[in-house]
């Protein structure tokens, strides 16, 4: 019986003092909105797994590692209809992603990273040889945060996506907030312009996709998100809601010294 309030006291502990990516206690820097990056970086020594379930069963996996101060490194893959019937469509390619910050937060000045990330989310369209929300690509992220009732952050960054046979060729750009909401949450909005994905072959529509997430910190490394996708009915195909929903997990860990 000892043993068992001792589980329960630890495990609650653990949700009390949650060390994820989420809220005024977080531990580590986020390092993307829902779909866009943020000027955060994986510290040296520290290893992250993180889990993308999105509609139509797909399901994206990326493992990053932070190889050196203030540059990190990974790999991802993923499938559609991973959950369903039938056979997973998996993707032609896994993704790599590289991101360096140039220049670290301070008071008065922002965090700037440039970075390259070639997975992109949902659907892959063999023959515009792209994905249903196109890979960032080569990119140019800038973060700021501020004391406001726990904090809040404000994030903005161009990019360029390789995913161009739609025709669609323009460089891009976002903008995103985060607020905490106590300890252990925080509220996630971007809005990506998706100017690179308005032209007559491409998924978007013209109108952007707004995306808002819920996350919440729920153990030591772990953060759990609900995201809330394409809020303003941005896609042409007549078979997709306005709107969707998907669910992130994170895991973060050390898995060598930083010294």
Known sequence: MKKIKLLILTIALNLMFAQGTAGVSSRYEFRSLIDMPTAGILDRGNASVLINFLPSGVMVTKMEVGVFKNFSFGISYG?????????????????????????????????????????GKGLYDDVLERFEIKSPGFFVAISKNYNFMGFISL?????????????????????GVEKSLGDVVSLVMEYDFAINDNSARSWGDGNGYLNAAVKWSVGKGFTIGVEFRNLVDNKKRANFYAADRAIRVEYITPIFTRN
């Open 155 to 175: 994030h903005a960054g161009i990019n360029y996506s390789l995913e161009r046979e739609d025709g669609d060729k323009d460089a891009n750009m976002w903008i």
């Open 79 to 119: 499938a559609a209809n991973v959950i369903g019937t039938g056979n997973p469509e998996w993707y032609k390619l896994p993704g790599i992603n590289a991101r360096l910050r140039l220049f670290n937060e301070t008071l008065s000045n922002p965090a700037i990273t440039i970075g390259f990330d070639s997975q």
